[in-house]
């Protein structure tokens, strides 16, 4: 089992960065994939970016290719969601989720845990 954390949302400027993490407890977080969601006030939660468990695969919803990155530090038990340019509409509560299937998924229902979220605000 994994408890997951998220950490380092805030309110940030339209074209600005944020650099959301999230600490994983347990000993076996190198056996799961990792994932971002993000959920909009009355919207659906929506994939982010995914990286396989040992960071060498990675995938992104169309809508973070080239301003967010995804990573990940297996000895510190963390990943890292590096978003930059972001714009009004990147505006939702993050979540950090953990996946022991196989293959690599953009499918929330994949994931078997998730963190508590943490908010991100973009302002125009």
């Known amino acids: 089992q994994v408890q997951l954390v998220e950490f380092g949302g805030g309110l940030v400027q339209a074209g600005g960065s944020l650099r959301l993490s999230c600490a994983a407890s347990?000993?076996?977080?190198?056996?799961?994939?990792m994932a971002w969601f993000r959920q909009a006030p009355v919207k659906e939660r929506e994939f982010v970016a995914a990286i396989s468990r040992s960071g060498g695969n990675t995938y992104y919803a169309e809508s973070a290719k080239g301003r967010f990155t995804i990573s990940r530090d297996n000895a510190k038990k963390t990943v890292i969601l590096q978003m930059n340019s972001l714009k009004p509409e990147d505006t939702a509560v993050y979540y950090c989720?953990?996946?022991?299937?196989?293959?690599?998924?953009?499918?929330?229902?994949?994931?078997?845990?998730w963190g508590q979220g943490t908010q991100v605000t973009v302002s125009s």
């Open positions: 989720a953990a996946d022991r299937g196989l293959r690599l998924s953009g499918r929330g229902d994949s994931y078997d845990y």
């Open positions: 347990g000993r076996t977080f190198s056996n799961y994939h």
